[in-house]
């Protein structure tokens, strides 16, 4: 540290030390009173079966969604293995989350960068948009079948106008001046979209795919429930089908881990891609 | 000009309008002439929002005019020009890129060896004063720093023509001195012809040639004048020269006369 603050113009001064040291209290304080908000929620749960408020017929019980998660962890749940239904599921969301960002990119990029093809597309595209995405799973069904695929093809549809419209729109949002400082030092159309472009669009891309994978899961695990013969959805549908309240929420704790991994792998790509940033910076 | 030399920049009657949102036609150029000589400083001063960055719009190749004509060495201005470098007022070095990356984005762009326009832009970076910082991103820098970086990232391309707007007017006083000596350390070997466009009055005598002030909008070259201080020229002291003092009169006797007229107009 002693050598590097010699070569480098940032110091490491006791000013930083003390922002550091703040920020980490602060960090402790959230940590704390989010783990105090789930032990209430929780707790008034349990308790609220307990004392006979809530009935666990319908609600379930904490205790109960932890005995079922066990249960399905040590002997297989009804449909096969746990990890099976998991494995399944995460393949259709990350292969559709993966088509749909990457079609939604390359979209997005191209009909920002050309005025033409934008003002062609865009109606369509809102068209689309506003159309009640989840429908077009029965459609899959019935084309695709029961497998992955009516899954995937779902779950794209779900990620790529999320991802398509943040891409639009970090294009088009891209600073005037570096594009046409990028011109006078001699970029081509090409170059200026690899230099220029796609750069400053990055952080509204990944910010979008923060979300989508949520969707995708979203997309999944409808496709699933529509009609499948694995996955998380179908594990939901078949405890809602023998009134097992436990196994819907298992279920969906199970997902929202899922949802959780995804999301902290995001965020380090994300850290990754935007060093340049200065709060990124300040992360390290 | 004589024929013999052509001028490194030269518009002719040249006119530039915008339509408004709301409709209406709004004239920022109207009969523009200036006549710039290869390797000449000149400077344009004018009120505010009088088509100062139009006319390096126009110049650069990023704008068309309506009406006239602008030539870089007797040759039509038709899109961007490879001779040109601009620096602009705001920060336009690339966020994403360390200053090594900055300053090699010209050659690279241009299709330069990537080991060549790296020894080069290590050169460049050098000269401005920048060694050390080659791996820093511009948000480490300061705002002194990061208009270093552009003009390495500028003069890197050896432009022959230089187009400056108002590029130290975000920097405070004691830096902006600094950057005018360096710039016109630089300029004194590159030898380039500049159009300066400046609102500091002290900062066109000290570093042009010539001063052209502009007439309020739709602007014209209201009048131009001929900066006869020796050079190589100190920034620091100039300005409290009595020549340089009867010069700034002058001026801006003609630059007031116009700021008040723009102002009664609006």
Known sequence: MADSSITTPLPADPKLETAIERMRRHDRLVLTLRLAVLVFLIGGWELGVRAGLI??????????IVVKLIDWFQN?????PLWKQIWVTIYEAGAGFLIGAVMGILCGIALGRNQLLSDVFSIYIKVANSIPRVVL????????????????????VMVFFVVFANAFQG??????NLIANARILGASNWQMTRAVVIPSALSWILASLHVSFGFAL?????????????GMGLLIATAQGSFDSNGVFAAMIVIAVVALVAEWILTLIENRLLTWRPDATINE | MTAASPSAIELKHVARRFVTPSGELLSALEDFD?????GEFCAIVGPTGCGKSTTLGLIAGLARPQAGEVTLFDKKVDGVDRRVGFVFQQDAVFPWRDVLGNVMAGPLFRGVAKDKAEVEARDWIVRVGLKGFEGHHPHQLSGGMRKRVALAQTFI???????????????DVQTRELMQEELLQLWAQAKSAVLFVTHDLDEAILLADRVAVLTTRPARVKSVHTIDLPRPRDVATLRY??????????INDDLREEVLRARAGH
Not at chain 2, 34 to 38: D, G, Q, Y
């Open chain 1, 55 to 64: 009935d666990p017929f319908f609600f379930g019980q904490p205790s109960g």
């Open chain 1, 76 to 80: 297989g749940t009804s449909i096969g």
């Open chain 1, 137 to 156: 799973g029965s459609i899959f069904i019935v084309a695709l079948g029961l497998g992955a695929a009516s899954k995937i093809a779902l779950a794209v």
């Open chain 1, 171 to 176: 294009v088009r949002e891209a600073d005037k």
């Open chain 1, 218 to 230: 979203v997309g999944a695990i409808v496709g699933e429930f529509l009609g499948a013969r694995e």
């Open chain 2, 34 to 38: 200036l006549s710039i000589a290869p």
């Open chain 2, 157 to 171: 391309n050896n432009p022959q023509v230089l187009l400056m707007d108002e590029p130290f007017s975000a920097l």
């Open chain 2, 241 to 250: 020269d009595e020549r340089f003092i009867a010069i700034a009169r002058k």
